[in-house]
Structure formats: C-alpha cells, structure tokens
C-alpha cells in the first residue's frame, strides 16, 4: 500500500508533492533507524544474558570478496531449503491432504 500511495504521489510531478516525498522519504528512514536500533537492542540483550561477544566484520568491498550464485545454485535452491513440491510430497506421505 505504501507503494501505490508513493506512486501516485510521483506521478503527480509538482512541487507540493516533490515536498511530500521529501517528507514521507524522513518518516521512513525514522522508522528504518527505529527497527534497526530495537534489533540491535535485542541482540545485544541476549549477548549479555548468555554472556557472549558480538562479532563485528567490515563489509565493505563484500560484493567483490564473495562469488555469486549462479542461476541453479541461487540462493532459493540450498539444501535444507523446502520447495512447495517437497512439502506436498512430504504432506501425502503422512496421510494428510
């Protein structure tokens, strides 16, 4: 919903609603900071409950270091990962429907 309302908001092209984006652009990055500092909040709480150390990694230049996936080892093919077809197989295996 958040989408359609933006786009309809740029397909507006005025100056009114360049500011409006503007603004909706500042409550999101808000909210974005918001949900990433309670995250690290929670992480940290539990750091400290089992009393052990964060691990922190620079991950600049990280695209360069890593290789990719190609298309038939993607990251939706990894082993342990479930497909839909799996899991009715599974599902009518148990007897259920």
Same mark, same amino acid.
């Given at each position: 919903? $958040? &989408? ?5 908001? $740029? ?6 609603? +360049? %500011? ?9 990055a808000?909210? &974005? ?11 940290? &709480?539990? +750091?400290?409950?089992?009393? %052990?150390?964060? +691990?922190? #990694?620079?991950? #600049?230049?990280i695209r #360069?270091?890593?290789? =990719? ?11 342990? =990962?479930?497909? +839909? ?13």
């Amino acid at each position: 919903m $958040q &989408a359609r309302k933006k786009a309809e908001i $740029q397909a507006k092209r005025t100056r009114s609603a +360049a %500011r409006l984006l503007k603004k909706r652009a500042k409550r999101e990055a808000r909210h &974005a900071a918001h949900i990433n500092h309670s995250i690290a909040e929670g992480v940290v &709480a539990v +750091a400290q409950r089992t009393e %052990r150390g964060i +691990a922190l #990694e620079d991950l #600049e230049g990280i695209r #360069e270091r890593v290789s =990719r996936f190609d298309a038939t080892s993607g990251p939706h093919n990894r082993p342990g =990962r479930r497909s +839909a077809r799996s899991s009715l197989t599974r599902r009518g295996a148990w007897g259920c429907r």
